[in-house]
T-cell receptor, first 115, second 115 residues
Framework: KAGVTQTPRYLIKTRGQQVTLSCSPI?????VSWYQQTPGQGLQFLFE???????NKGNFPGRFSGRQFSNSRSEMNVSTLELGDSALYLC??????????????FGSGTRLTVV | DQQVKQNSPSLSVQEGRISILNCDYT??????FLWYKKYPAEGPTFLIS?????DKNEDGRFTVFLNKSAKHLSLHIVPSQPGDSAVYFC??????????????FGTGTRLQVTL
């Protein structure tokens, strides 16, 4: 079966701009979570969507937002980009998103560089 | 506030020997723990998990031990193989709360298995 697809793989943006990242989960999976990975910080939880509703949210500013469509595909948006937003953004899909690890499949990520 | 800590950024082990990766947590609400393995340019891959009702879980060459009183878990890989060289992340979840879908990750330990 197809895995989790994240697009684009690489992105370079200028400070102040906004960016939209996309994640297509495994077919049938209804939960999509987003994580930010930076050197020295590990993976930090951004938010989780389940059946088009945001179910959990991490401690990120309101510049980070997301949404999920009826086909479970999800987008993440970052507005007014800052240099510190440069990171690898990972998406994980799960059937139910109940925190059980083997149910989470990660995509390869989008590498965002803000200059 | 790093609730999941991996204090060793790197570890080097000879092929055939045991690799022991450690993880500490501070949040007593965590009741489910996971290990992920990550190769460069790929998303994390689930390795093994353990529930807080157990103190050990085995899967082939991988064993995870949990010491709840010490809030400590460890991943043992025996025997270590060159293909095990990767970054290993410890993660925790609070299944008993409304935030079950949120995984809290450590900062990772880079394992290098040498010939």
């Amino acid at each position: 079966k197809a895995g989790v697809t994240q697009t684009p793989r690489y992105l370079i943006k200028t400070r102040g701009q906004q960016v939209t990242l996309s994640c297509s989960p495994i077919s049938g999976h209804r939960s999509v979570s987003w994580y930010q990975q930076t050197p020295g910080q590990g993976l930090q939880f951004l938010f989780e969507y389940f059946s088009e509703t945001q179910r959990n949210k991490g401690n990120f500013p309101g510049r980070f937002s997301g949404r999920q469509f009826s086909n479970s595909r999800s987008e993440m948006n970052v507005s007014t980009l800052e240099l510190g937003d440069s990171a690898l953004y990972l998406c994980a899909s799960s059937l139910h998103g109940q925190g059980v690890g083997d149910g989470y499949t990660f995509g390869s990520g989008t590498r965002l560089t803000v200059v | 506030d790093q609730q999941v800590k991996q204090n060793s950024p790197s570890l080097s082990v000879q092929e055939g020997r045991i690799s022991i990766l450690n993880c500490d947590y501070t949040n007593s609400m965590f009741d489910y723990f996971l290990w992920y393995k990550k190769y460069p340019a790929e998303g994390p891959t689930f390795l093994i998990s353990i529930s807080s009702i157990k103190d050990k879980n085995e899967d082939g060459r991988f064993t995870v031990f949990l010491n709840k009183s010490a809030k400590h878990l460890s991943l043992h890989i025996v025997p270590s193989q060159p293909g095990d060289s990767a970054v290993y992340f410890c993660a925790a979840s609070a299944l008993g709360t409304g935030t079950a879908s949120k995984l809290t990750f450590g900062t990772g330990t880079r394992l290098q298995v040498t010939l």
